[in-house]
DNA sequence: GTTTTTGCACTGACCAGTCAGTTCAAATTT
DNA sequence: AAATTTGAACTGACTGGTCAGTGCAAAAAC
């Protein structure tokens, strides 16, 4: 009976055989000197249960004895760690963002480095969501479901964290219109924010709904939309 | 200390004046004849009332207790009305659903009759979801909040509605193809799944973060995206 | 035309169950 | 020895759902 239709999960962020560096800047907690490894690593096992519970159930419904369980912890450590559900949550956030507006500055700097165009940058960017998403798809998940709710415990954090993911889009966008490439008459935020919900809403369809499409695919498709070549220009 | 960011709610389907159809075609109850009145309006009031709640803290978060008191009704009402908090929820996403495939399939067979090419249709669909999710912004927020969302009661009904609703668009898109007027290597599911996704997250954006903007002004932007003038051609 | 009956729509107190968060002594790891 | 984890018991607030009962307008009986 039960369907079981996406993969979710936000995996290790690791590969499999060493603990180590697992992004820092964490800031949440041990700032200056890294702290014990021991609880790094009971931290991001948390993480990674909470990540995917509260992507399939939302947050209200995902219980801590749930994550626990899932991390193979006891409830305790849980407390022991995080203060609360909620900051358990937040941190969870701010984790996941990190790490991927780091990938996407990654990708536009590359692109710049090898005297790339700025739709070379944007183009590079959308792969590189593509690819966070699907590392990732549970922590896309519960990011879409929860960013234009209000009146929840962590919207600050949240603003700020959209704010980041999507500056970065657009500074490639203004760099384009001062460079000439883009037209002056584009707006900025707007284009932004649409250029996000495409990369967004498309892979996620993609993971839930047509899975057996590869990357490539999903790159091509929102590739060709990007450059206008669905319509052909006038 | 209240931000107040969002402005929510899925006003009555009637215009203030009278009490009229509501949009017939909510198969759930009285299915020939129509049911009493007051039945319907009390169901519309629990609408209303579950779409900007929901909206605002998910479905878990939100109570049925608190359902009734906004909708003014004693939480018993709610029961005689609907089977559980789910199908409430169910219902609701029906009605809604519907609403907005109806307004997409009138846009695209409008700018049809006025002799539109297929470039037209789509622009017309996008205003169409801009001027719907304008109305109901609340009822946008929780449909993406819910949309990819698994292991959930109503994830049945979720897709059923999901598919109305990305169907009109690419079937606009197929029959451009067969026009000769979009490239025949257009991916058309994911194509239009980037398409929603655009309109989506441009418009949530634009509620939620730049609520002083026009709708003609997102309504701009896009309609630039989606014919290539951002980048230039090539 | 008045009285009585019917049954739909609604009410709100109540209940059984659930959950976040606490506490803490003992075990384990470093 | 200090830091971390365990695990189970407990609390107090909250929640979905129930149900006996109320109000009332239209139908039926007189």
Known sequence: MSPAAVPVGLPTVTSPGKVPVTIRAMESSSAASGGSTRREATRQKLYEAAVTLIAEQGFSATTVDEIAERAGVAKGTVYYNFASKSVLFEELLRHGVGLLTASLREAAERTAREGGSKVDALDAMIRAGLVFIDRYPAFTQLYVAELWRTNRAWQST???????AVAVVE?????????GEFSEEIDVPLTAAALVGM?????????????ERSLDDVHAALSRLLQGRVSGCR
Chains 1, 2 share one sequence.
């Open 158 to 164: 949240l603003m700020v964290v959209r704010q980041q």
């Open 171 to 179: 500074d490639v966008l203004r760099e384009g219109v001062g460079n």
């Open 199 to 211: 990369v967004l809403v498309a892979a996620l369809d993609w993971q839930s709904f047509q899975p």
